[in-house]
């Protein structure tokens, strides 16, 4: 069982920057791979930044390259995702998601419950 929980989210001016963490119990270090996901309100939930289970294998939304930056430490067994340059456009729910390595990303297994970002134009 992996449980996952997402902090840092908040309120900012469009062109500042916030950090989200996500701290996860259970063993996730050496068999999952770890991301965040976005929802903003009508839109549907989309893949914003992954990351494979020894901190290779990144991947980012076209929207977000080289503005966001995914990063995990297994020791502290924390996922975070650095966001700079934040657009209005960035504002959504922020979901913290786990899933085994090599299962793809259309079910992550676990989910956490979110963090709301919101980007003041």
């Known amino acids: 069982q992996v449980t996952l929980v997402e902090s840092g989210g908040g309120l900012v001016q469009a062109g500042g920057s916030l950090r989200l963490s996500c701290a996860a119990s259970g063993r996730t270090s050496s068999s999952y791979a770890m991301g965040w996901f976005r929802q903003a309100p009508g839109k549907e939930r989309e893949r914003v930044a992954t990351i494979g289970p020894y901190g290779g294998s990144t991947y980012y939304a076209d929207s977000v390259k080289g503005r966001f930056s995914i990063s995990r430490d297994n020791a502290k067994n924390t996922v975070h995702l650095q966001m700079n340059s934040l657009k209005f456009e960035d504002t959504a729910v922020y979901y913290c998601?786990?899933?085994?390595w090599g299962s793809g990303w259309s079910k992550p297994g676990y989910w956490g419950q979110g963090t709301q970002v919101t980007v003041s134009s």
């Open positions: 998601a786990a899933a085994l």
